[in-house]
């Protein structure tokens, strides 16, 4: 897993806990763009540490986070800071991990096998969606007018 700023910082996903990072607990509840709600106990890297360890630039607005399947969300820096980069799910398994979670952080977001994180900057105006490769919402997952 690596994290890319100015500078590069690995963690080897098989022995995060020895990769010299803070590692903290912490419960997190996430709703999927499915609608599903799940609600756990997960061990893992703060994201400011990974940003620290990476040297993100002064102008980083955004982290553009990549999941093994190709998944790809781009990350508002003002919700990610308080994040975690989960390597472990702590009251059941789950091979979802890494993981990026935190209370800021949209559910269609919590991208899974994280891969890599890189820093962005995208000037005011700029859509993060140029960034991404998440699933586009349908006609079909619009609400139903009440």
């Known amino acids: ?11 080897p996903v098989d022995r995060w806990e020895s990769a010299g ?17 799940t609600r756990g106990v997960w ?3 703060p994201v400011i540490e990974l940003i620290d360890r990476a ?3 002064d102008d980083t607005t955004h982290l553009q986070v ?5 998944f790809c969300a781009c990350v508002e820096v003002v919700d990610v800071l308080d994040g975690l980069l989960a390597f472990e799910r702590i009251d059941e ?6 993981r990026l979670i935190g209370e800021r952080i949209d559910g ?15 000037d005011p105006g700029q859509d993060r969606e ?17």
């Open 108 to 122: 269609t977001r919590t991208v899974q096998e994280v891969r890599n994180v890189v820093a962005l900057h995208l």
């Open 55 to 57: 040297a993100m630039p």
């Open 1 to 11: 897993m690596t994290v890319i700023g100015e500078e590069t910082a690995s963690i």
């Open 43 to 45: 061990a893992g890297v």
């Open 93 to 98: 398994p789950s091979k979802a991990t890494p």
């Open 66 to 70: 990549a999941g093994t399947d190709g």
């Open 21 to 37: 990072f803070e590692v903290e607990e912490r419960r997190s509840v996430i709703k999927c763009a499915s609608g599903n709600v």
């Open 130 to 146: 140029e960034w991404e490769t998440m699933p586009k919402k349908s006609s079909s997952d619009a609400p139903e007018p009440e």
